[in-house]
C-alpha cells in the first residue's frame, strides 16, 4: 500500500513535533539527526521498531506523517494485532533486472509525458536512490567445461542485448539510478557486500539504511542490520518517486539464540532449522528479530543466509542489529573507517546497538540452542520441510510413492514456472507450493525393487559420458547457486575442501550429473582463486558458470539430450539437490520432479553419490585408490580446517578490487550500442522494451471519475486466486496470445524467451495475464487456463486477450469476480498492470490480500468486496450478468463512499441488487484512483511542482 508524500530525504523536512533533531559530532564531522530519546517510551522497543520510529520522526508533515503516528509506535503494546497504519519512507530501492526493467520504462514513459504536457523532462528522476543489479538473466546452457562461464555470458546478451541497451540509457539518463552490468553478482550478495550503507547520510542528514527491493529476498541486507523487504514493482515505483509505503505496525517476534554450532554442522542447517521452527510457529506479516547472548557468535555471513530465508520461512524481516560483527564486516568488505566510524556513533546514540544485558520487549518469543541442529536438507517441493540427512533415504523413500505413475499427471500440472518475479511479501511461500492442493494416486509405474523401492532402471548412451543406468531418484541437477548460500564463505570454503578430499581419494562425480557453480560475486572466485581449489571443484564438474541468480529461480537450462529424453519417455522421477532458497514443484527444471535444498557441501556429496537414495553413514561413496570404502565422514572437512583456509585466503583487497569500478562492467557492456538523450528513442520493432500506454492523451488536470456501465465479466473466479495465477510468469508456450504477438513480429519459437525477460514490453504481458494453466474460469465448465466467454461472440470460447480487445473495441468495460482471499501470493506488478490494461475498470471479491488490492487502486481499477457473508454463489452470479455500478462519482466531491450500488442484470431481464463495499481504505489511495493511478498522480504533482 503506497500513499503521496513529497522528498522526504531533504534536509529539515520533519515538522519536529518532539523537537529531535540535533547534531551528531563523530570525529571531525558532523550530521543533523532526529533523536530517538527525545520520544519517551521508545527505549524499550525492539530495533526493527526503533528503525520505523526514527523514520517517522524524520519525516514527520503533518498530513500523512502526524505525531500521533510518532506516539503509536512509541507506544507499541506487544500483545496487539496489527491495526495501526503508517508511512514508511525507505532510504533506497534496489532491483534485479527481471521486476526493475518495468520500473525504468515506466519513468522513462513519465519524461515524455511531462514534456509533451509542457514540463521539464529532465525533472523526472528517482528521488530516493535506486540500484539495480542485472543477475536474473543467466541460464546455465553449457557446464561441466572451462569455458562456460565466457559462452554463458555471450548467449545472456544475444538473448538480452536490447534490454540491456534500454538499461545502459536509464543509466546515464537518470539522476541516482545506477546499474550493476550482467556477470557480476545476485542482487543481495552484491547488497550486502557493496551497496547497503547500514547509515545513510542524505543532505547532512544521518539516518539508518533501509530499502525495499523488487526481489523476495532482499531481506538478506537484514543481516546487516539494514531493515528492508521485497515489494511489488508498483510499490518500487512509488518509493524511487518519494512516495512512502504505508504498513501496518507489525508484532514482532523475538528469536533468542544461544550456543554455538558443533563441528559438521553449516548455516545451511541453521537456516533450515529456522525456516521449519518459524514456519510452525507462524509469522506470516511479523517482524522477526535475533537477539541474546548467541548473537555475537552469529558471523554475519550467517546473519545474512538466515535473514536471506525470511520469506521461506513468511515473515517481513528476519533482522540482527547492529554490533562489533557487522562493524568488522563492513571493514572486510571494504567500507571507509569514517563510514564504520558514523554507524557505531550512530547505533550506539540511538539505542541501537546490541546489547545482549538489555532486552527488548517483543510481541512472541522463540528460543534455539545452535548446538542442537544437525545436518539436513529440506524437500523435496518445499524450504520449510527439513529432513535430518541421517533420515534423508529413508524419506526420499516414502516420498518417491507420491511422484511415480498416478503423479505424472499432478506433477505436470504444477510446472507452472511460477518464479521469475520474485517480489513478493513473505506470505507467499504457501501459496506457491501448489502441490499442496494435488490429489496424488501413489500407484508404482514399474515393479518395485526388491526393498519395496519403485524402481524403473533405464539404460542411457551420451557421448560425453558414455553408457550409464538412470532410475528413480536419480540426481540430475546438482548446482551451488543462489544468495543464501554462495555469499556465505564457510559453506562455500568447506564444499571446495571437500572437494578437494573428494578428489584426493580419487572420487569422481556421477556421469548423468548436471553439476554447476554460480557464486553470488565475484569475491568468492578471488577467494578459490587464492586457496587454490579451483581445480578439484573443476575436476568434479562444479566449473563456474555465471555470477547470477540460476538453478534458484529455474535458469537451470535444458539437461543434456539423452538425459531429457530418458526421463520423459520413461516418466522417471528424478531428483535435483541444489544450495538454493526454494524449491517449489515445476521450478527448478521441467524435467525434475523432487528438488532438495541443502549446502554447498551436501551438494558436491550428492553429486558423487548420484541419487537421493542414499544413506551417507552406511554407504560409501566410492573407493579409494587403495579399494578402500570412501564415506562421506572420511572427506568432510573439520571446521578448522575451513576457519584456517577463510583466515589465509580472504582478505579486504578481494571486495575494494571487485567493487572499485562495479558500474563500469566489461567489454560487452561497454560496447553495447546506446542511444543517447534523456528521453528514450524507442525502437517500433522491439519486442523487449515498448513504451507503455499509462499516459496516452492524458491532461494536466485529472478527469472526474465516472460509474461503471453495461460492464461485463471477463473472469468469475473462486477463492485463493493467486498474483501467480494473474500475472505472467515462465515460459512462453505455443499457441497463446503472447506466442503469436512473438511469431507475427518474427520471434521464432527458439527465441521467444520467457515472460520474464520481456516484463518491459506491455503487449506480451498483457497476453499472459490471466493466461495461468491452472486458472479455472467459472465461466467455463471443466476448462482451466486463460479462457473466458466472449458476449461480443455469443458467448464462445475465447483467449481472455481475445475477448479483451471485442470488448474495448465495443467501448464495453469490464469486471472481475473473485472469492477470498483475492490477490494472495507474489505482489506482482503486472498482476495489476495487465488487469488494467485488459481494460478491468472494477474487480469485486469477498476478500482482498492487501498489497494486490492497492496495487489496483494504483492502476486506477476500483476493488469492491461483496456485503458481508455474500458472494457470487449466494447471489446467484454466473458471470453472463451485465453490470452496472453507482456511486463511485462521488469521490469527485472528496469522499470516499463506504459502499456503491452494483446492478447485475441477467439475460432474461431479472436483476440482481447489491451494495459492494469500496475498499479505497485511505485519503491517499483515493487521491490515486481521482488521477487513474498512481503514476498519473505523482506525474501531475510533477507538473505541479
Known amino acids: 500500500m503506497i500513499k503521496p508524500g513529497a522528498d522526504v530525504s531533504s534536509k529539515n523536512s520533519s515538522l519536529n513535533s518532539f523537537e529531535a533533531r540535533d547534531t551528531l559530532k563523530v570525529g571531525d564531522n558532523s550530521y543533523e539527526i532526529y533523536r530517538l530519546d527525545a ?24 498530513a500523512n506523517i502526524t505525531k500521533d503516528h510518532i506516539e503509536a509506535i512509541a507506544n507499541w503494546d506487544p500483545s496487539a494485532d496489527p491495526s495501526i497504519e503508517i508511512q514508511f519512507t525507505p532510504a533506497r530501492v534496489v532491483m534485479q533486472d527481471f521486476t526493475g526493467v518495468p520500473c525504468i520504462v515506466d519513468l522513462a514513459t513519465m519524461r515524455e509525458a511531462v514534456g509533451e504536457l509542457g514540463g521539464d523532462p529532465d525533472k523526472v528522476n528517482p528521488l530516493a536512490p535506486a540500484e539495480m543489479v542485472i543477475d536474473h538473466s543467466v541460464i546455465v546452457d553449457v557446464f561441466g567445461r572451462r569455458d562456460a562461464f565466457e559462452r554463458n555470458v555471450d548467449i545472456e546478451y544475444e538473448r538480452n542485448g536490447e534490454r540491456y541497451q534500454f538499461l545502459r540509457w536509464g543509466q546515464g539518463a537518470f539522476d541516482d539510478f545506477k546499474v550493476v552490468p550482467p556477470g557480476t553478482g545476485i542482487v543481495h550478495q552484491v547488497n550486502i557486500e557493496y551497496l547497503a550503507r547500514t547509515v545513510m547520510v542524505r543532505n547532512g542528514v544521518a539516518y539508518p539504511d533501509t530499502c525495499v527491493g523488487t526481489d523476495s529476498h532482499t531481506t538478506m541486507v537484514n543481516g546487516l542490520g539494514v531493515l528492508g523487504w521485497g515489494v511489488g514493482g508498483i510499490e518500487a515505483e512509488a518509493a524511487m518517486l518519494g512516495q512512502p509505503v504505508s504498513m501496518l505496525i507489525p508484532r514482532v517476534v523475538g528469536f533468542k539464540l544461544s550456543g554455538e554450532i558443533k563441528p559438521g554442522v553449516t548455516a545451511t542447517d541453521v537456516v533450515l532449522t529456522v525456516t521449519e521452527m518459524l514456519r510452525k510457529h507462524g509469522v506470516v506479516g511479523k517482524f522477526v528479530e535475533f537477539y541474546g547472548e548467541g548473537v555475537a557468535e552469529v558471523p554475519l555471513a550467517n546473519r545474512a543466509t538466515l535473514g536471506n530465508m525470511s520469506p521461506e520461512f513468511g515473515s517481513t524481516a528476519a533482522i ?44 512472541e518469543y522463540l528460543e534455539l540452542d545452535l548446538g542442537d541442529v544437525v545436518p539436513s536438507i529440506a524437500g523435496p517441493k518445499r524450504p520449510q520441510d527439513r529432513i ?54 501413489a500407484t508404482p509405474s514399474a515393479a518395485n525393487g526388491a526393498d519395496g523401492r519403485p524402481s524403473k532402471p533405464v539404460p542411457v548412451k551420451s557421448a560425453d559420458q558414455g553408457e550409464f543406468v538412470l532410475d528413480h531418484g536419480a540426481v540430475v541437477v546438482a548446482a ?175 571486495f575494494t578490487k571487485n567493487y572499485g569500478d562495479v558500474f563500469k562492467g566489461d567489454e560487452r557492456w561497454r560496447s553495447l550500442p546506446t542511444p543517447d538523450g534523456k528521453t528514450f528513442d524507442w525502437d517500433p520493432d522491439s519486442t523487449y522494451v515498448r513504451k507503455p500506454p499509462y499516459f496516452d492523451g492524458m491532461p494536466a488536470e485529472s478527469s472526474p471519475v465516472t460509474d461503471i456501465s453495461g460492464a461485463r465479466v471477463l473472469a468469475l473466479l473462486g477463492d485463493s486466486v493467486t498474483t501467480d495465477h494473474i500475472s505472467p510468469a515462465g515460459n512462453i508456450k505455443s499457441g497463446t496470445p503472447a506466442a503469436q504477438y512473438l511469431e507475427s513480429n518474427g520471434v521464432e519459437r527458439k527465441d521467444y524467451n520467457s515472460y520474464g525477460s520481456r516484463r518491459g514490453n506491455h503487449e506480451v504481458m498483457i497476453r499472459g495475464t490471466f493466461a495461468n494453466i491452472r486458472l479455472r474460469n467459472q465461466l467455463l465448465d471443466d476448462v482451466s487456463g486463460g479462457y473466458t466467454r466472449d458476449f461480443t461472440n455469443g458467448g464462445e470460447q475465447a483467449f481472455i486477450y481475445d475477448a479483451a480487445q471485442n470488448y474495448a473495441a465495443q467501448d464495453i468495460p469490464l469486471v472481475v469476480l473473485g472469492g477470498k482471499e483475492y490477490g494472495s501470493g507474489s505482489s506482482r506488478d503486472w498482476a495489476a498492470k495487465g488487469t488494467s490494461l485488459l481494460g478491468v475498470r472494477a474487480v469485486i471479491t469477498e476478500s482482498f490480500e492487501r ?95
Open 320 to 363: 540482527f542489529p547492529i554490533d562489533e560483527v557487522t562493524i568488522d564486516y563492513l571493514r572486510l568488505t571494504g567500507r571507509d573507517e569514517d563510514q564504520l566510524a558514523l554507524v557505531e556513533a550512530y547505533a550506539k546514540a540511538q539505542g541501537m546497538w546490541h546489547d545482549p544485558k538489555k532486552e527488548a520487549v517483543y510481541s
Open 851 to 945: 498489497i494486490h488490492r492497492s496495487n489496483l487502486i494504483g492502476m486506477g481499477v476500483i476493488p469492491l468486496q461483496f456485503p458481508e457473508g455474500e458472494s457470487a454463489s449466494s447471489l446467484k452470479l454466473d458471470g453472463t450478468e451485465v453490470y452496472d455500478i453507482v456511486g463511485i462519482e462521488e469521490l469527485n466531491n472528496g469522499k470516499t463512499p463506504k459502499t456503491v450500488k452494483v446492478t447485475a442484470t441477467k439475460e432474461d431481464g431479472s436483476c440482481t441488487e447489491f451494495d459492494a463495499v469500496v475498499r479505497i481504505d485511505t485519503p491517499g489511495e483515493a487521491d490515486y484512483y481521482r488521477n487513474g493511478g498512481i503514476l498519473q498522480y505523482v506525474l501531475r504533482n510533477m507538473l505541479k511542482t
Open 39 to 62: 520520544v519517551p517510551a521508545t527505549e524499550k522497543l525492539p530495533y526493527s521498531l526503533k528503525v520505523l520510529a526514527e523514520n517517522l520522526l524524520r519525516t514527520e508533515d503533518g
Open 480 to 654: 551451488i547457486t543462489s544468495c543464501t548460500n554462495t555469499s556465505n564463505p564457510s559453506v562455500m570454503l568447506g564444499a571446495a575442501l571437500l572437494a578437494k578430499k573428494a578428489v584426493d581419494k580419487g572420487l569422481t562425480s556421477k556421469p548423468w550429473v548436471k553439476t554447476s557453480m554460480a557464486p553470488g560475486s565475484q569475491v568468492v572466485s578471488d577467494y578459490y582463486d587464492k586457496a587454490g581449489v579451483w581445480p578439484y571443484l573443476e575436476k568434479l564438474g562444479f566449473f563456474l558458470v555465471g555470477y547470477g541468480c540460476t538453478t534458484c529461480i529455474g535458469n537451470t537450462g535444458p539437461l543434456p539430450d539423452e538425459i531429457s529424453k530418458a526421463i520423459n519417455d520413461s516418466d522417471l522421477s528424478v531428483t535435483a539437490v541444489l544450495s538454493g532458497n526454494r524449491n517449489f514443484e515445476g521450478r527448478i527444471s521441467p524435467d525434475v520432479k523432487m528438488n532438495y535444498l541443502a549446502s554447498p557441501p551436501l551438494v558436491i556429496a550428492y553429486a558423487l553419490a548420484g541419487t537421493m537414495d542414499f544413506d551417507f553413514e552406511t554407504e560409501p561413496l566410492g573407493q579409494d585408490t587403495d579399494g578402500n570404502d570412501v564415506f562421506l565422514k572420511d572427506i568432510w572437512p573439520s571446521q578448522k580446517e575451513i576457519s584456517d583456509v577463510i583466515a589465509t585466503s580472504i582478505n579486504q583487497e578481494m
Open 388 to 441: 535430518q540427512l541421517s533420515d534423508a533415504k529413508s524419506a526420499f523413500r516414502k516420498e518417491i510413492h507420491n511422484y511415480v505413475e498416478g503423479a505424472a499427471e499432478s506433477s505436470v500440472q504444477t510446472k507452472l514456472d511460477e518464479a521469475v518475479d520474485e517480489s513478493f511479501p513473505a506470505s507467499d511461500s504457501v501459496s506457491l507450493s501448489f502441490a499442496d492442493d494435488d490429489a496424488i494416486d
